[in-house]
């Protein structure tokens, strides 16, 4: 079956205390791993795509990289305005169809 | 470009009556799909329409039904309201290609059955 497996389920960060969430993934026929942020009250924003093993992409403070069993999102320096909930999701191939799998998140909080 | 847009924002039902929902995807997305999302269960699939068909389902029961026009809008019906249907229901639209392309999700209709 597939699943994707984000740790930890809360993180707390001071501001400028540097940290990776985790997105741990078993499917077959990885076809992309998908990062948003979610904030309160509010749909999942897209942050990145990853496609292949090897595959990094930044966006400021965040830096997303894909292994063949996992993903990092690494966060620099992090301040209070990246407090939000961060979710995985891994596009995958197998039984005849596409399936997108998404992972229960991280809250991530930021104080100052 | 505008972004997914979702109406109502927010909706009161008592159990048994019915709702829907509405949901207009960004232009020139072709795929729409729904999503319900509750603190305990996470996002969870409902389903996905394409060129005003149902290409994907998730594991809901008939109470749940969605259709998609020729311009791509998007609704969602729930009938029969139960107080375990209170969540917030995502759309999410996205654009066909050779490569996985990411959902652009709209920032979904609470619905709280009471």
């Known amino acids: 079956e597939d699943q994707v497996t984000q740790s930890p389920e809360a993180l707390r960060l001071q501001e400028g205390e540097s940290s990776s969430l985790n997105c741990s993934y078993t499917?077959?026929?990885?076809?992309?791993l998908f990062w948003y942020r979610q904030d309160p009250g509010k749909g999942p924003e897209f942050l990145f795509t990853?496609?292949?093993?090897?595959e990094e992409k930044e966006k400021e403070r965040l830096k997303a990289t894909l292994t063949k069993k996992e993903s990092f999102l690494h966060i620099t320096a992090p301040k209070p305005e990246d407090s939000a909930t961060y979710l995985c999701a891994v596009q995958a191939w197998g039984g005849g169809s596409e399936k997108l799998v998404f992972g229960k998140g991280t809250k991530l909080t930021v104080n100052p | 470009k505008a972004g997914v847009t979702q109406t109502p924002r927010y909706l009161i039902k008592t159990r048994g009556q019915q709702v829907t929902l509405s949901c207009s995807p960004i232009?020139?997305?072709?795929?729409v799909s729904w999503y319900q999302q509750t603190p305990g269960q996470g996002l969870q699939f409902l389903f996905e329409y394409f060129s005003e068909t149902q290409r994907n389902k998730g594991n809901f029961p008939g109470r749940f039904s969605g259709r998609q026009f020729s311009n791509s809008r998007s609704e969602m019906n729930v009938s029969t309201l139960e107080l375990g249907d209170s969540a917030l229901y995502l759309c999410?639209?996205?654009?066909?290609?050779?490569?996985?392309?990411?959902?652009?999700f709209g920032n979904g209709t609470r619905l709280t059955v009471t």
């Open positions: 990853l496609y292949s093993a090897g």
């Open positions: 499917v077959s026929g990885l076809r992309g």
């Open positions: 999410a639209s996205s654009r066909e290609g050779v490569r996985a392309s990411p959902l652009h």
């Open positions: 232009s020139g997305h072709r795929s």
